[in-house]
């Protein structure tokens, strides 16, 4: 199935950078929450980070990825500087609760909070973007879901930071398409002995002996495992829309990263 246009449903941010533009979900949950991933336009990056790289790890120019980062915060007039987090591909998920926690990046791929204006961010360039909320918008998470810390259990350990009587909606932003991931033998072992419903999400590749990977189906599993989840998103391949998406799987080290951003708005 051939990604979704992103012109249809692209949200353009409004000044002082309405350059800047974002995708958000569609999915039953309050207004209170706040949640959209960033597109690679609008920042001041040149190529090939063009243009809003909004990652400090990768080799651009540190005062082009702060000025991103300011325009992000400017522009969707974010409530308070994000929780970034240092991502390694882990399944680790840690509350972000107070000012502190908000200082040092973390070491994990996964955060959730009940407390409202803090804002949570994870990036990426290919690898899984997810949010999870309840319906009332009382608790959020934010996910960096690739292949590996999803075989790690990672939806499941954010899931699981939910009360169990409520109903949690999860929205899977932009994500390499399973047209264009390959992958060896071994990643669709070490699914596969996590659940044997994982095998649907392997089809064999051109190449003997590799597969073509879905990680949104991927994800879809390994949340209704978990729980009763109501899935949305899952639409775009950040490989194939160069246009829009950063991509490390196409332009290696020197790929920028989009942010997937949400927040509790405070109650009126």
Known sequence: MPAKSVDAVITQSQHPFASITSLVPDWAVSSRLTAFCTTRIGGVSLPPYDSLNLGLHV???????????????????????????NQTHSANV???QDDADQGEPMNADGAWTTRQGC????????????????????????????WRGLAAGILENAVATFPADVHVHAWLGPAIG????????DVRVEFMDRFSGHEAAFLPDEVAGKYKANLYALARTELLNARSVTVSGGEYCTFS???W???HRRDGVRSGRMATVAWINTAS
């Open 245 to 247: 998406f950063h991509s």
């Open 94 to 96: 840690v509350r972000v």
């Open 119 to 146: 804002v949570l961010a994870v990036l990426t360039a290919d690898c899984l973007p997810v949010v999870l909320c309840d319906e009332k918008a009382e608790q959020v998470a934010v996910v960096h879901a690739g």
């Open 59 to 85: 080799a651009d120019d540190h005062e082009h990825v702060r000025e991103n980062r300011r325009r992000l915060e400017s522009s969707f007039a974010l409530p308070s500087t994000p929780a970034w987090l």
């Open 178 to 185: 399973p047209d264009a991931f390959q992958v060896g033998a």
């Open 241 to 243: 829309q160069s246009n």
